[in-house]
């Protein structure tokens, strides 16, 4: 199983980012898809799920109305919005696959920093 991110970079306070996790080697369509962020010094948090059954989704309070995870099932892709950046959403992002069955899946991580 390989999950892929990709989107990642440098941009200024009140820009946009789209990350986006390609998925390979997984029934991607069973799997509850999510994003996390890891800053330096602080534990890894959930920013965003989206479930595999229905598409209901899920945010942490600090990026509700700013963030939107979205899926493609014939892609196999999972992707987050990112608009009106802080500083305090530089981190290193990572996709997670998640199955009913307890199977879980972790990428390698893209930085985004916002800074001017």
């Known amino acids: 199983v390989q999950l892929v991110e990709s989107g990642g970079g440098l941009v200024q306070p009140g820009g946009s980012l789209r990350l986006s996790c390609a998925a390979s080697?997984?029934?991607?369509?069973?799997?509850?898809m999510s994003w996390y962020h890891q800053a330096p010094g602080k534990e890894r948090e959930l920013v965003a799920i989206i479930q595999s059954v229905g598409g209901r989704t899920n945010y942490a309070d600090s990026v509700k109305g700013r963030f939107t995870i979205s899926r493609d099932n014939a892609k196999n892709t999972v992707y987050l919005q990112m608009n009106s950046l802080k500083p305090e959403d530089t981190a290193v992002y990572y996709c997670n696959a998640h199955s009913r069955r307890g199977f879980d899946y972790w990428g390698q991580g893209t930085q985004v920093t916002v800074s001017s």
């Open positions: 080697g997984l029934t991607f369509s069973w799997y509850d």
